[in-house]
């Protein structure tokens, strides 16, 4: 600002000028200096402004890199989750709270709680649903979700974060890796440590006493073979899965179930032995039909690689070892 002893100094040189032209001078000056001001002030109004989180997104943005290796921005906190996968659900309801889900998918089953939660179809896609419910977050298993699905939901600006599950150190992994997505990494290292903990404490038989297992995803005769969720559960619960080459869902012919003569036999709920028995009569001479070891278990356990793999590990060790496992 203009302060007085500047305006007495114009006074002091300026004996010779008349006073109009003094002032005239004077008020140039003032006006120069006030527009100066006045500039540099809007200046750092609008740098503040420009500052300000609400114009700044990027502050709550973070890079996320999901199991397939694509990289995305994701927000600090989640308030519209949408979950494409039975899997992801459950192990979603294990770390927060239902009030953060926006959908999950039709398949969707568990837990009870969660039924009231809005669903949307995975299976395909539904596009206009996502687009509707506007989410921060969807979660999809990598292998149930298409290339062109993945690539659609780049084109929509879908915040889309895929997972892989596909055996027991996966699933661990896996929890521990939405605890940092979601900012809950207390809750989830209780859970991926009881899990762990619960996971190891089951008992083992000796390798020579290992009963050879079939376990059948259907009556079509497929079958759960090398490399499958199921094969690592088996064993660990003290059996052996009887299928044998390289192909994780192999279709089994008559023949080769009767050459592999599994010592017991095991199918989802969704299907029956006598519509088996009935399709295929020449399979009661394997040993599983002429010792009844024939067992059911709920398709959701046995097709789910997700956090109830202790659950499923526990009934699979109470058939093997013929401790009163109900069908």
């Keep these: 600002m203009l302060s007085i002893p500047h305006i007495l100094s114009f006074f002091n040189r300026s004996t010779t000028m008349g006073l109009n032209t003094l002032l005239e001078l004077i008020q140039s000056k003032i006006l120069r200096i006030f527009l100066i001001q006045l500039t540099g002030a809007s200046f750092i109004l609008c740098f503040n402004a420009c500052q300000s989180p609400e114009s700044k997104p990027a502050k709550n943005l973070r890079l996320w890199k999901d199991d397939d290796g694509d990289s995305m921005n994701v927000?600090?906190?989640?308030?519209?989750?949408?979950?494409?996968?039975?899997?992801?659900?459950?192990?979603?309801a294990l770390l927060i709270s239902k009030e953060k889900m926006a959908a999950i998918s039709k398949q969707c089953n568990h837990p009870e709680t969660w039924k009231d939660v809005p669903s949307v179809s995975s299976y395909p896609v539904d596009f206009n649903a996502l687009v509707a419910l506007q989410p921060d977050l969807i979660l999809s298993?990598?292998?149930?979700?298409?290339?062109?699905?993945?690539?659609?939901?780049?084109?929509?600006q879908l915040p889309l974060v895929k997972c892989k599950s596909d055996n027991v150190s996966e699933i661990l992994t896996g929890i521990l890796t939405l605890g940092e997505l979601l900012q809950v990494r207390t809750?989830?290292?209780?859970?991926?440590?009881s899990l762990k903990a619960s996971y190891e404490r089951l008992q083992?038989?000796?390798?020579?006493?290992?009963?050879?297992?079939?376990?059948?995803?259907s009556s079509d005769l497929f079958a759960?073979?090398?490399?499958?969720?199921?094969?690592?559960?088996?064993?660990?619960?003290?059996?052996?899965?009887?299928?044998?080459?390289?192909?994780?869902?192999p279709q089994l012919s008559r023949e080769a179930i009767?050459?592999?003569?599994?010592?017991?036999?095991?199918?989802?709920?969704?299907?029956?032995?006598?519509?088996?028995?009935?399709?295929?009569?020449?399979?009661?001479?394997?040993?599983a039909f002429q010792q009844k070891r024939l067992y059911t278990m709920h398709d959701d356990l046995l097709s789910r690689p997700g956090p109830r793999f202790v659950e499923t590990t526990r009934l699979l060790y109470s058939l093997i070892n013929d401790k009163s496992y109900s069908r």
């Design 75 to 92: 927000n600090t906190s989640f308030q519209k989750i949408v979950s494409l996968s039975p899997s992801i659900t459950e192990t979603l």
């Design 141 to 156: 298993k990598n292998d149930m979700i298409s290339v062109s699905e993945i690539q659609r939901c780049k084109e929509l």
């Design 187 to 193: 809750r989830s290292r209780f859970v991926h440590d």
């Design 204 to 217: 083992h038989i000796p390798s020579q006493m290992r009963p050879q297992v079939l376990v059948l995803i």
């Design 224 to 249: 759960f073979g090398k490399g499958s969720y199921m094969e690592e559960l088996v064993w660990h619960a003290g059996g052996k899965l009887a299928t044998i080459g390289d192909l994780q869902y």
């Design 258 to 287: 009767l050459r592999m003569n599994p010592n017991i036999i095991l199918m989802s709920e969704n299907n029956s032995f006598e519509l088996l028995q009935e399709k295929y009569p020449e399979l009661k001479q394997v040993e």
